[in-house]
């Protein structure tokens, strides 16, 4: 009989330990502050869905705060977050600078912050990781494009995205390198439309203004948001876009496709939204105790209207 008892117990205790452990696989319970960019593009906002979703599925209490591009906004709610000491912080920095002070509290508060989509420069060690893809082979994979299509010669002009994030920065970085080892690939204007439908037209709108548009051969926008609204400044302006204009931007969102179809865009390179996942998973395994490295990357290809309508389809247009 007492052996029959120790079996039971052992039983038990076997069935709660993996009720804990499948807990902390998906991280059910945990309540973890999720500080966003803001909702300033299409990405973005297919970005907030995915996580959402993702942590409704595992069962994971997602406080969310939406920054309005704001980082101040990022930091106060980062703060309120360590005062209510929740289980982990997940930030996605509108900026790369002014970081170390809300990560270090946080770290002081032993609640570990996972870093997803755009860089910081703080200490790496005041972070688990950061889930992203590679915005430097973005921009490479954009220019390889632009150099194959044009066969090395093509006035460029360039529709940054937010001033000081990662993400334009890198991918300015990569598509520069590309189009240095070509002499006539050249940018002959570039400015920041911050990665919004709005500032892209509005940019376009001044270059056409300001240089003959005959002269430019294509435009290199890093996101699609900017890039679809330059394709309506070069409409209005009489011109024909992927035709008379090449357009190669990134983020693959469904509406890019829908332009390709139209006839309006020639290239995108994608941008995965589905991040939540590793995110979450990156916060379970510290939670856990387990050691990550500090870039967990997300990977993207790059797509033409061949693909466009299937594409389109797929991505819920
Ligand atoms: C890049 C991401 C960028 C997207 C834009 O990972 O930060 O921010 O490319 C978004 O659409 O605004």
């Given amino acids: 009989m007492r052996f029959v008892k120790v079996l039971l117990l052992v039983a038990m205790l076997l069935s709660v330990g993996s009720v804990f452990a499948q807990d902390a696989g998906s991280g059910a319970g945990l309540t973890i502050g999720f500080s966003q960019v803001g909702s300033e593009s299409a990405w973005r906002t297919a970005f907030t869905e995915a996580v959402k979703a993702e942590a409704e599925a595992r069962g994971i209490n997602l406080l969310f705060s939406d920054a309005q591009q704001k980082q101040e906004n990022q930091i106060a709610a980062v703060r309120s977050w360590i005062a209510q000491g929740v289980d982990a912080i997940i930030i996605a920095p509108v900026v790369e600078t002014g970081w170390d002070e809300v990560l270090q509290e946080a770290q002081d508060a032993e609640i570990p912050v996972v870093i997803v989509d755009r860089n910081v420069t703080a200490d ?4 688990v990781t950061r889930v992203s893809s590679d915005f430097v082979h973005e921009g490479r994979l954009a220019a390889a494009w632009l150099v194959q299509a044009t066969a090395g010669k093509c006035a460029i002009v360039e529709l940054q995205g937010t001033v000081g994030s990662s993400a334009a920065l890198d991918r300015q970085k990569g598509f520069n390198e590309v189009i240095a080892l070509f002499p006539d690939m050249k940018i002959v204007a570039s400015q920041s439309g911050d990665f919004t439908r709005t500032g892209g037209k509005q940019v376009m709108e001044s270059f056409l203004n300001s240089m003959d548009p005959s002269s430019i051969c294509a435009v290199w926008a890093h996101n699609d948001d900017m890039l679809i609204g330059a394709t309506q400044a070069m409409k209005e302006a009489g011109l024909d876009p992927a035709d008379d204009i090449l357009t190669i931007s990134v983020d693959a969102i469904p509406d890019i496709f829908k332009a390709m179809m139209d006839g309006d865009a020639n290239a995108t390179v994608e941008l995965s939204p589905y991040m939540g996942g590793p995110a979450f998973d990156a916060v379970v ?4 105790g387990v050691e ?6 997300v990977a993207g290809g790059i797509y033409f209207p061949d693909t466009a309508a299937e594409e389109y389809a797929k991505r819920g247009g």
Avoid at 124 to 127: M, V
Avoid at 285 to 288: D, F, G, R, T, V
Avoid at 292 to 297: C, E, G, M
């Fill in 285 to 288: 395994a510290a939670l856990n």
């Fill in 292 to 297: 990550l490295p500090k870039w967990i990357p």
């Fill in 124 to 127: 790496p060690s005041l972070f």
